[in-house]
Each structure stands twice: as C-alpha cells, then as structure tokens.
C-alpha cells in the first residue's frame, strides 16, 4: 500500500476539528480544466476505507467506471483515493475533501499523487451528475464545506452554478482547444528563435565584421562632423 503524499497528509493535519468556517481559494473553470491530469465522467461501482501504511490515516479508495473521458487518456476503469473514511468504529472526516458514493454519476478533475489518483483542486474538482425536471443530465458542482474567495479581488467568489452536461463538455473540449493552440504558438516561437540563434552562431565571423564596418563608418561620420 502506498504512503500518504505529503499533499493528502497536510489536508488531515491543517483541518480544523471545530465546525468552523474553512477559507480555499476559488480556482478558475479554465485553470482547472489546464491542470488536472485528466477528466472523466463515470460512475462509482465500488468504494473501500482502509488504513495508510503508518496506520494513521483513513483513505478512501473509490472505483469508477469511465463512461467518457473528456481529456487525458481513455480508460475503462479508475480509482480515486481520498483522504477520510470509516474503518470499523473508527471514522475520520477531513474539510474540502469530496466525499463519493456508490452508485453515483461524477464528473471528476484528476491529479496524481504518489499515493495514487486523487480530485484536483479537491471539491472544486468534483461534480454530481444529475437529471433536471425536464430529464436533461446537469453537471452540478459539489456543495462546499469551505468558504471560497477570490484572491484578486480579496472577496468571497461566486459560487460556480451548475450547467448542461453538454455545455459543460464543449467548455472543457474549448479550453482544451486554445490551450493546444497556445503550446503550438510557444513551440513555434521558440523553433524560430532557436533558427536565428543558429543562424548567427554559423555566421559570427560575418556579424563581427559587419559590426566592426558600422562602428568604422560611424567614427569617420563622427569625425566630420
């Protein structure tokens, strides 16, 4: 089994143990969709609470099966592990921290660990797929534990509404379309950098004099003058 990741384990050691009110920053759809590793839509089929290796935290391990995935690399099957859970009698809970149930349609934002697969960005990469009135299958954002504020303006953000799962498909697929247009851009820029760096190191011998001729030409000006 692998060990809590430092990242998981300070979730556990900073979360308060009070009902109190628990500030994260709100991230951007668009940030979100550019860091998680990949994003999937699936339903869990299986869960499993079980001691890390230093028996003293929970994590949860739950299994989803991908119906779609909407970046990364398709799969058929992932597991999601999660910080919390029941072992027994003994159950911890840890603020921020989706908490997933069998049976359940999500939409998730993956991150790796090394403790495995986990939801990036923590609640706010995790959404319940439910049907409206009208049958229409909707993304809807976890409801939030935390407080989140926008850290530009240093107010409480908005929180993100819930949205047609088509809607919310082409918003991924759009990010993801201009984030690849702006690597090929950067790659662009750096080849034709690199060629005229290339260019001037086989023709040093030429630039030199060519600068030597200008600083001669400009001192015999000077000197008329």
């Known amino acids: 089994m692998a060990r809590l990741p430092y990242s998981l384990a300070a979730l556990l050691i900073l979360a308060p143990v009070a009902a109190e009110a628990t500030i994260s920053r709100a991230v951007k759809f668009d ?35 991908v119906d779609k995935t909407l970046k990364g690399q398709p799969e058929q099957e992932l597991t999601i ?41 923590l609640e706010q990469g995790n959404y319940k797929v439910l049907a409206d009135a009208r049958g229409e299958r909707m993304a809807i954002p976890a409801v939030s534990t935390a ?29 993801v379309r201009r984030r690849e247009i702006n690597r090929m851009e950067m790659l662009k820029k750096q080849k034709e950098e690199a060629s005229l760096s290339s260019v001037l190191q086989r023709n040093a ?8 001729g200008a600083i001669l030409a400009s001192w015999q000006l000077y000197k008329r003058w």
């Open 81 to 121: 592990v999660t910080p919390g859970g029941k072992v027994g009698t003994i159950v911890q809970e840890v603020i921020g921290v989706p908490r997933f149930r069998e049976g359940e349609e999500n939409v998730v934002f993956v991150r790796d660990t090394q403790a495995g697969k986990t939801v990036a960005f």
């Open 31 to 65: 940030e979100k969709v550019d860091k998680a590793e990949s994003i999937v839509v699936g339903t869990v089929i299986d869960q499993e609470s079980r001691w890390d290796d230093q028996h003293k935290w929970i994590l949860t391990y739950s299994t989803i099966r």
């Open 147 to 175: 407080v989140l504020v926008d850290t530009a303006r240093g107010t409480a953000a908005t929180p993100e509404g819930p949205r047609s799962m088509s809607d919310f498909e082409g918003a991924v697929r759009e990010t």
């Open 205 to 212: 011998g030429w630039v030199a004099l060519a600068l030597l």
